[in-house]
Structure formats: structure tokens, C-alpha cells
């Protein structure tokens, strides 16, 4: 929820070209009701949902316009939009599942004029899959080695691990918040968005009893597949747990929060059987600009390095982006996205759905 990250990908004839990307910052009024549909969505009125997903789907529409327009490209060349949109409610151990990502594609296919394939999660669900992550198609797209295993860490909002191993397989799932609440209780304490660099955390120190507390999330210990989302580690499932202290320490409160994000990660890869532990971790994300995580991650996983994605010819920034243009590459080829091992659906499902523009393919 922190901007429309937008990428040109050209995809021949080899490995995806990044043409121009751009972050465009959302305006005050969408900021202002993404952030209340975030603290509360069970209790999000239905008629502010629907204008926020119009006011959305044009936003969408502008962002992709303007970084086509960077490129210095025609749109009339641009085959299709992929848009994720902005997830509302990620539920997939509901009955009934659902999951819910807004920004209206038939608005944006009528502002560019470009055929938009979105709604790539309900597929997978409907499928019995949890519809998340699906970072992990991409990342074996362009990252597995055959001569060793890796595992990627996407450090967003949440952390996503993929598992890729020499003789293919492929394997992932969310680990919890990566900077989901650490933005958030910087932002209480803070002007601005970010700790920059992690200087904040860096100056407060761990406190293991309540960092025990934090760990006890029952999320942490459930086996793969399993996906979440900050309307799950929300500002409200902090408050629930801060201890008496917080005010008196906020820094220390920082430090524990990013220390979860690294136990959770490196929890999670200390339970892989032997065979499947990597050689090596590449992180990409937001996250991968704190310094003090990325050292702090680095010095726990220690002796297996960790690189960041940058070091393969993969911007950090870019990755996210990339993926639904690459989905949508995928469902205009018609070719199933097989998720069975990262988020347990019973097959392979085509994500995406169809929404045609002026440019009439279909």
C-alpha cells in the first residue's frame, strides 16, 4: 500500500527487459481510504469499496500510460497489461476462502486502450489452493540453477520464501511480516514512510522476552502451504501484543519487530530436510534497502551468503512488477501456471482473467 509500482517489460527474445518502472505515489483521498480498509476490511462500507476500486482502476490506468510514455514507446506496441491490484483481504483458511484485490480492470483497459488481464488469485483458490505466493513461478523462471539450491526471499510488506532445488523443484510460501510493522510503528513515532536503512531498529536493542511473545503467532509453526497478508499482521495485531514498556522504549520495539522478521525467515529455512537447505539466498523487495535487516538476516543465516537480486541482473524494485506482467504473458499464451507445490492448489489453473481494450486482442 505504499504506491502503483509499474514496469515496461519486453519478454523477447530471451530473459524480460525492463524498458522503464516507475513508483508513483498514490493521492492523499486513496492513501487516506486504502489505510481504513487496511485497519478494519471486515468492516469497510460497501459503498466506499466500490468507488475506492473505480478511483483505483483509473490510478492504475494513469501509472501504466505514464511508464509507457517514459519508455518512449507507442502504446499501439504494448500487447497487454498485467495488473495485480491492491489486495483488500487475503483469507484462504476461511469457509469459503476468498481473497480480494481491487482496481477495477475494465477502467484501466478503457484508460490505455490495452488489453488488462488481472484477478490472477481466485483461480488458484478455487482450485484449494491458498492463491499466494505466487512470486515463486517467477523466481523459477529466472533464478533456479541447476548446480545448486537457492532460495529467494522477497522482503515486502510480507516475506515470501521460495525453495528452488537442483533437480527442479520448486516449493514456497509466506513466513510472516517482513516490513509490514516495522513501517507501521515507525510511522507512529516518525514523519515519513520508512526507516531509512533500518537506522531506527539499529538503534534500540532486542528484547527476547517479548520477541518470545511475537514468535508465538500460531502462524509461524503451521507447515506449507500457507499464505497471510497485513490485514493479518495489521497495526491492530500489534496492539494486541505490545507490552507495558512500548512507550518508554519505542526503539527496542523496532529492533525486537525486525528481529521476528529475521527469526521467522531464518526459522523457516532451518526446517527445510537437508537435501533442500540452499547454497545461497537472494533477497529482493522493498526490504532489501534496509540495511540493518539485510546485515542482520545475513549474520543469522551465516555461513550460507545472501545476495541481493541485483547481483543476478534483477532489480529489487522491479521484481513485483515483473511477475503479473509475466502472469499476463502467460495467460495470453494460454499456458497453466502450475502452483500445486507453493500454495497447494489440486492442479494447474490459467490466472488471469480478460479484459479487452482498444487494441481488440483477446
Given at each position: 500500500m505504499d504506491g502503483i509500482d509499474a514496469v515496461l517489460a519486453d519478454f523477447e527474445p530471451a530473459s524480460p527487459r525492463v524498458l522503464s518502472a516507475q513508483t508513483i505515489a498514490f493521492d492523499d483521498v486513496i492513501e487516506a481510504e486504502l489505510a481504513s480498509a487496511r485497519n478494519d476490511p471486515h468492516q469497510f462500507p460497501a459503498g466506499r469499496l466500490v468507488r475506492l476500486d473505480a478511483q483505483l482502476g483509473d490510478a492504475f490506468g494513469q501509472a501504466a500510460l505514464s511508464v509507457i510514455e517514459e519508455a518512449g514507446v507507442s502504446k499501439e506496441t504494448v500487447l497487454a497489461i498485467g495488473s495485480h491490484g491492491q489486495t483488500i483481504l487475503h483469507d484462504p483458511d476461511h469457509v469459503p476462502p476468498g481473497t480480494l484485490q481491487i482496481g477495477d480492470p475494465h477502467r484501466i483497459a478503457a484508460c490505455t486502450g490495452v488489453l488488462t488481464v488481472a484477478d490472477f488469485r481466485r483461480a488458484d483458490l478455487a482450485a484449494g489452493g491458498q492463491g499466494a505466493p505466487l512470486a515463486p513461478l517467477l523466481h523459477q523462471a529466472l533464478l533456479a540453477n541447476p548446480d545448486e539450491n537457492r532460495a529467494v526471499?522477497?522482503?515486502g510488506g510480507i516475506a515470501n520464501l521460495t525453495l528452488l532445488t537442483t533437480d527442479g523443484g520448486i516449493s514456497g510460501f509466506d513466513t510472516g511480516p517482513a516490513n509490514c510493522l516495522l513501517d507501521d510503528w515507525y510511522r507512529r513515532h516518525?514523519?515519513?514512510?520508512?526507516?531509512n536503512s533500518g537506522a531506527w531498529a539499529a538503534c534500540g536493542q532486542v528484547d527476547e522476552a517479548w520477541l518470545g511473545t511475537l514468535l508465538n503467532d500460531d502462524y509461524f509453526s503451521r507447515p506449507a502451504p500457507k499464505s497471510t497478508g497485513i490485514e493479518t499482521f495489521s497495526p491492530g495485531w500489534l496492539d494486541r501484543r505490545l507490552p507495558a514498556w512500548a512507550p518508554e522504549r519505542p526503539a527496542d520495539i523496532q529492533a525486537t519487530l525486525m528481529a521476528a522478521t529475521v527469526e521467522t525467515l531464518a526459522q523457516a529455512i532451518e526446517r527445510l530436510p537437508a537435501g533442500q537447505r540452499p547454497a545461497l539466498v537472494i533477497?529482493?523487495?522493498?526490504?532489501?534497502?534496509?540495511?540493518?535487516?539485510?546485515?542482520?538476516l545475513g549474520h543469522r543465516l551465516a555461513p550460507t551468503p545472501v545476495k541481493d537480486s541485483a547481483d543476478f541482473g534483477l532489480n529489487p524494485d522491479h521484481i513485483e512488477a515483473l511477475l503479473f506482467a509475466w502472469l499476463a504473458r502467460e495467460r495470453l499464451a494460454n499456458r497453466p501456471v502450475d502452483t500445486r507445490l507453493i500454495t497447494g492448489a489440486s492442479r494447474p489453473?490459467?490466472?488471469?482473467?480478460?479484459?479487452p481494450g482498444a487494441n481488440g486482442l483477446v
Open positions: 526471499v522477497n522482503l516518525h514523519h515519513g514512510r520508512f526507516d533477497a529482493c523487495g522493498g526490504g532489501v534497502h534496509n540495511r540493518t535487516l539485510m546485515d542482520r489453473v490459467l490466472a488471469g482473467s480478460l479484459f
